[in-house]
């Protein structure tokens, strides 16, 4: 007999008709059956001797050669939800896990007793329990655990997606991230790497002498990109407060301070647009080092990104889509001008602007009459090259009014001293040469500002004053690190608890 549970509902069927509240109603007629024998439902703290795949691990199996009488069983103490039956009389087989893997439970009453073993029928899936006895592998060669004793942790009311299917109304994975997880051992797997990811980046940086620090997220003015706040007041102070677009211009100010290598992994608020690869609150890693430049940044990326790779997934070739991402360094070089000349033609910077708007709008561009020739260029590069850019490359060589923030190259003063690394079509990490002048610095404001002067942050300006040392820069999406390290086409995949329209 094979019977694994009878419930089968899930959480769109709750709000379809009565099933659920059914189920419900069964559960707590079990829940207080348990009560009557002694169980209580809710609780209890359990003493583990580890985790389901530490005691995997930790599995020694007999010689093959040893007698009997002389191996002494292996005893451990696990704890996890119960997320399987198969009844076979007087013996059930069960699953039990927890958040590192599964494993199978031996339950019958001649090893527990006909009481525990009567109490232990109430138990439903999802139900977090404990369990104590030997380990042994069954003539199917499964490693199990020979139950002697049970626990009820806490009981679980509701019923836990179906096994074999998971979770698959891809809005109910966002909206109830605990029960996808649950459910969906790729979903789980996914996350447990991108921890993986940024805890192996955190040493990278920390093993060469970086610094982690925390700036604010909530501030008088925001700066250090051009976004959309979002805005709060602050009653104790009552003045209007930011989120942060970026923790930048805070990170500079230590090194003013005298801090020389330092990073920050943290979130950031934009209240912009929410798509398949862009969320309002996402996370990003900034970077800064004293006296360096560009040029330490990107020897810094070809460092800890194929290092993660091959720390977390044993591989520097990704499959992304329907392709493969290659980490392997070095990274390509791209000039910014040149290629928007391979696409658009060698004559293309010396065309009169009529005749480049012609071009560009047969190309397929939607072109705005206004648009001066830097602007024309930047929206060719921004439509039809980036996208092109699958492997991963350092584009140079950009026009200085994109990167306000950055130096220019002492032989090209309107170009800034900048990459913008991009990968499978995304920009994902710009990296500077820091802009530590402080007059430079404000006509770069300024020009940026046009008319709203307000939004010139005159703290980081006389921070600058005092003298910040030359400095590389950098600051690198996470979520989408993740996304392109793990193949995963959509940010919301990425993040455990994405936004989504209420």
């Known amino acids: 007999m094979n019977n694994e549970n009878t419930e089968s509902s899930t959480p ?9 509240t059914d189920y419900r109603a069964i559960r707590i007629e079990n829940m207080r059956k348990l009560e009557a024998a002694g169980y209580q439902p809710f609780g209890q703290a359990f003493e583990r ?23 002494l069983p292996q005893q451990v103490a696990a704890a996890g939800r119960f997320m399987g039956r198969r009844d076979m009389g007087k013996t059930v087989f069960g699953d039990l896990q927890d958040g590192s893997g ?24 999802g139900d977090h329990i404990g369990v104590e006895g030997p380990l042994f592998t069954t003539r199917t060669g499964e490693l199990s655990i020979r139950v002697v004793r049970w626990t009820l942790l806490s009981k679980a009311l509701r019923q836990p997606p179906e096994k074999f299917h998971g979770l698959q109304d891809t809005e109910d994975r966002y909206r109830m991230r605990y029960l996808d997880l649950m459910s969906n051992p790729e979903s789980r797997e996914r996350f447990n790497k991108r921890i993986a990811i940024v805890r192996s980046i955190r040493r990278y940086l920390e093993d060469r002498g970086f610094q982690e620090v925390e700036t604010p997220m909530m501030q008088p003015q925001p700066g250090g990109a051009a976004a959309r706040p979002f805005t709060t007041h602050y009653n104790a102070l009552d003045c209007t407060m930011y989120m942060r677009i970026a923790p930048e211009l ?12 330092i990073f920050e992994i ?17 996370t990003v890693m900034e970077l800064y080092q004293a006296y360096a430049d560009r040029t330490a940044m990107k020897e810094l990326l070809e460092g800890f990104i194929p290092n993660a790779c091959d720390e977390v997934l044993g591989t520097r070739k990704v499959p992304y889509g329907d392709a493969e991402i290659d980490f392997t360094p070095p990274y390509r070089e791209a000039s910014y001008p040149a290629l928007i000349r391979e696409k658009m033609g060698e004559d293309w910077f010396d065309l009169p602007i009529e005749t480049a708007r012609t071009r560009a709008a047969e190309a397929g ?29 350092f584009v140079v060589d950009i026009p200085r009014e994109y990167i306000p923030l950055a130096k220019t ?18 920009e994902l990490c710009p990296g500077y040469t820091e802009q530590n002048n402080p007059i430079a610095q404000r006509e770069a404001f300024e020009h940026q500002a046009g008319e709203d002067t307000e939004k ?24 989408r690190l993740v996304m392109m390290l793990t193949g995963t086409e959509v940010i919301r995949d990425v993040i455990l608890f994405p936004q989504l329209k209420q």
Request: glycine share 8%; aromatic share 8%.
């Open 12 to 20: 769109q069927q709750e709000t379809a008709g009565n099933k659920a």
């Open 49 to 71: 001797t580890g985790t389901i795949a530490e005691i995997r691990t930790g599995w020694v199996p007999p010689a093959a050669d040893a007698a009997p009488e002389t191996i």
């Open 102 to 125: 599964r494993i199978q439970l031996f339950i019958n009453a001649k090893n527990m007793g006909a009481e525990a073993f009567d109490a232990m029928r109430n138990l439903d899936l």
């Open 250 to 261: 805070y990170l500079k100010r230590l090194l003013v301070g005298g801090f020389d290598k």
């Open 266 to 282: 943290g979130r950031d608020f934009r209240n912009e647009g929410l798509d398949r690869t862009h969320n309002p609150e996402f």
């Open 365 to 393: 561009l939607d072109v705005n009459p206004a648009w001066s020739m830097l602007e024309l260029s930047h929206e060719v590069y921004d439509k039809l090259i980036e996208r092109t850019l699958f492997q991963p490359t």
């Open 409 to 426: 190259l002492p032989d090209q003063p309107s170009v800034a001293n900048a990459f913008e690394f991009v990968v499978a079509g995304r």
């Open 456 to 479: 010139i942050d005159e703290d980081f300006i006389r921070a600058l004053e005092y003298g910040m040392p030359p400095a590389g820069g950098m600051g690198i999406g996470i979520d």
